[in-house]
């Protein structure tokens, strides 16, 4: 099984909402990532945790609060969010070896929509 | 720093042409090289990877060669199907106390019956 599975898959929040989105994995990855996909762009990469620790934060604004609650689980908590916030949130998982390179499962994302 | 850079898009084809999308690196040390689709609507699916020079990745009739003198990566399919329109993305990797994967820009793909 290699699947990543992300909840919800459209999400429309106004400026002052607060929102989660939600990440899961079960193939026993201890990495799991955040990305922002815009429209007709590559994806960027946001945050990386590697055992449940963060070990990357790509100058995000901290209105974008991740959470790692266990080895399964990736949440990317949502506030005060601005108009350009508005992309594909995708989530992706891969073993954690050091110097040797492991393969990137992908969720199918969440569209959000910020108003 | 590490880069990648794919051949621009978008391409359009016909159902059984010859299909090539170029990619070139640059990178310090020997990253492993990948090529995602992403489907219209869709996450990125990995289509296949190499993780060292002169390897080969295959997957659906999709193949790419790691070429460390040309710091290349190309895509090449022998015979394009409709249903491979998609927008596909040449990755590399680094390891920066996790690993990181950079993008090139994507090139979309349309087959045309």
């Known amino acids: 099984d290699t699947e990543v599975t992300q909840t919800p898959k459209h999400l429309v929040m106004g400026m002052t909402n607060k929102k989660s989105l939600k990440c899961e994995q079960h193939?026993?990855?201890?990495?799991m990532y955040w990305y922002k996909q815009k429209a007709k762009k590559p994806p960027e990469l946001m945050f990386v945790?590697?055992?449940?620790?963060?070990?990357i934060n790509e100058s995000v604004p901290s209105r974008f609060s991740p959470e790692c609650p266990n080895s399964s689980l990736l949440n990317l908590h949502l506030h005060a969010l601005q108009p350009e916030d508005s992309a594909l949130y995708l989530c992706?998982?891969?073993?954690?070896?050091?110097?040797?390179?492991?393969?990137?499962?992908f969720g199918p994302g969440t569209r959000l929509l910020v108003l | 720093g590490d880069s990648v850079t794919q051949m621009e898009g978008p391409v359009t084809l016909s159902e059984e042409a010859f299909l090539t999308i170029n990619c070139t690196y640059t990178?310090?040390?020997?990253?492993?090289l990948f090529w995602y689709v992403q489907y219209p609507g869709e996450g990125l699916q990995l289509l296949l990877k190499?993780?060292?020079?002169?390897d080969k990745g295959s997957n659906k009739g999709f193949e790419a060669t790691y070429r460390k003198e040309t710091t290349s990566f190309h895509l090449e399919k022998g015979s394009v199907q409709v249903s491979d329109s998609a927008v596909y993305f040449c990755?590399?990797?680094?390891?920066?106390?996790?690993?990181?994967?950079?993008f090139g820009q994507g090139t979309r793909l349309t087959i045309n019956p």
């Open positions: 990178a310090t040390g020997y990253p492993s």
């Open positions: 990755a590399l990797d680094i390891i920066q106390g996790a690993q990181k994967l950079v």
């Open positions: 193939m026993g990855h201890r990495a």
């Open positions: 190499a993780t060292k020079a002169d």
């Open positions: 992706a998982s891969s073993q954690v070896q050091q110097q040797i390179q492991e393969t990137q499962y």
């Open positions: 945790y590697s055992y449940e620790k963060l070990s």
